[in-house]
């Protein structure tokens, strides 16, 4: 079992440095969906069913297509690409910093019960839930369901109005306008009698 885990962690680390190591966004999307293959394999490992099958279902299966289709019809340019990356660098090492910081971090500290302020005046227990004693009594749909729909649902409305956002973005990406292109009257169009073009039509026949 350790066997696994170490495979599997290992390839997603391995194709999460290729999905930015690569340099045709294609390869990158196909190496994401070796990233969240691996997660869920994790997941299905620790005795997360629902959780393996959803991240299959929504990151595989949704996401990742989208960035593919997304992808696919932008056509890139791989000097695009490098004359952009140039300028992140930058900010990339700074979030790596970061990153390991908060990443160490976690290992100095004891885990147990702490209070996470929200708001003023506002806080909450964070206290780490046995999911696998949980699983016996509750199954995970049962679990998960009132959390998401009931006392999340203004972050789950949120989460879709962002995955929508992100859609209509695609859309005007991909609507390139040619500047010597002839714009219809529309109204026109929908003014015309059409017996008279039907009558001219056949007239030149």
Known sequence: MNNLFYLFSTGAWVAAALVAHSKNPIHSVFYLVLVFSNASALLLMLGMEFFALLQLLVYVGALAVMFLFVVMLLDITYTEIVAHQRGYYPIAVVLLLIFLGVFFLMFDQTFGPSTIVIAPGI?????????????????????????????????????????????????VLTLKKRADAPLPDVFSQHNRDFKRVVYNISSHL
């Open 123 to 171: 806080s909450f227990d964070l206290v780490w839930a046995q999911w696998n004693t949980l699983a016996h009594t509750v199954q995970n749909i049962q679990a998960l369901s009132p959390v998401l729909y009931i006392q999340y649902v203004d972050l789950l409305i949120l989460a879709s109005l962002i995955l929508l956002v992100a859609m209509i973005g695609a859309v």
